[in-house]
């Protein structure tokens, strides 16, 4: 385990629906990350966080909505999603988001399908 | 603009046989590389990281990577694979100055099979 929790861990829902992702690291750490997962394509960074303060948002759509209540907590608000979006969603967190030798630590992700 | 390549989809080795796992960066300044490795229904893990001083890197699971800056390559490498190696790797630089600093750049993945 890395310290980095995330539920739930999968997720189905309807292109109407809303829903939640939650993460949560356990490492004391400042800064926290959303990345989408997709097959067959890198890494996409969508969100950066650091100290609560949302610091990175490389134009990902209005559909999802990050927040951040504290440093140790991160949440993906999802609503009217579309097929596209099914991916695994990984968050990740760090000590710092700027401090370039630091490792980020991921959570196990959650595999979401949008039907 | 900070980029990694890993130019291998898939490689296939047996199990004690040695592996390696490419990777070539392009970077502004120095580079700051990492390694980490995707089970399957799993998060990445991290493996090593190159931040500077010895060119030889020790990480996890007996995995070590060499940071060749004349070839702009960080490739891992394990002296005899075993089966529970097999997953998805990936290589990741850092951003290191502006609106890049602090982020991570990663490569398309390498699917690493060891057979028995």
């Known amino acids: 385990e890395t310290g980095v929790t995330q539920t739930p861990r999968h997720l189905v829902m309807g292109m109407t629906n809303k829903k939640s992702l939650k993460c949560e690291q356990h490492?004391?750490?400042?800064?926290m990350y959303w990345y989408k997962q997709s097959a067959k394509k890198p890494l996409e960074l969508m969100f950066v966080?650091?100290?609560?303060?949302?610091?990175e948002n490389n134009s990902v759509p209005s559909r999802f909505s990050p927040e951040c209540p504290n440093s140790s907590h991160l949440f993906l608000h999802l609503h009217t999603l579309q097929p596209e979006d099914s991916a695994l969603y990984l968050c990740?967190?760090?000590?710092?988001?700027?401090?370039?030798?630091?490792?980020?630590?991921f959570g196990p992700g959650t595999r979401l399908l949008v039907l | 603009a900070q980029s990694v390549a890993q130019p291998e989809d898939q490689v296939n080795v047996a199990e004690g046989n040695p592996l390696t796992v490419k990777c070539t960066y392009s970077?502004?300044?120095?580079?700051?590389l990492f390694w980490y490795v995707q089970y399957p229904n799993r998060g990445l893990q991290f493996l090593l990281k190159?931040?500077?001083?010895?060119?030889l890197v020790k990480g996890s699971y007996g995995f070590e990577a060499e940071f060749n800056k004349s070839q702009t390559s960080f490739h891992l490498k394990k002296p005899s694979a075993l089966v529970s190696d097999s997953a998805l790797y990936f290589c990741?630089?850092?951003?290191?100055?502006?609106?890049?600093?602090?982020?991570?750049?990663f490569g398309r993945g390498t699917q690493l099979t060891v057979w028995p």
């Open positions: 990740a967190s760090s000590q710092s988001a700027g401090a370039t030798g630091e490792t980020q630590y």
């Open positions: 490492l004391g750490h400042n800064a």
């Open positions: 966080y650091s100290l609560e303060e949302r610091v």
């Open positions: 970077v502004s300044g120095n580079p700051y």
């Open positions: 190159y931040i500077t001083g010895d060119n």
């Open positions: 990741a630089v850092k951003g290191v100055r502006g609106s890049t600093l602090g982020r991570l750049y």
